[in-house]
């Protein structure tokens, strides 16, 4: 597993989300199949098992390097930079 260089420069608390869903794909007609919280701007965006990858898409406009899951009952964080679970 790669060290992430990048959760020590997040905000804290974590940002609340901005929406409830993928504001992107409710504007398109899709479903998310799940949901990812960018840790620096709480942005919402589908996962990459879902049609549009949105919560990706974010990471490259943006470059906000960390997202956790915005499932219940999961816990985990990705870094798109590190390319570490974290």
């Not at 007609?29 to 919560?55: A, E, I, K, N, Y």
């Amino acid at each position: 597993m790669n060290e992430c260089t990048h959760v020590d420069l997040l905000p804290h608390p974590e940002p609340a989300p901005l929406t409830a869903t993928c504001p992107e794909c409710e504007a398109v007609g899709s479903h998310p199949v799940q949901l990812r919280l960018c840790l620096t701007c709480g942005h919402v965006g589908c996962c990459d098992s879902s049609p549009f990858q949105h919560g990706t898409q974010h990471f490259k406009d943006t470059g906000h390097p960390v997202m956790r899951t915005f499932e219940p009952g999961e816990s985990w964080r990705w870094c798109f930079v590190d390319g570490a679970i974290v």
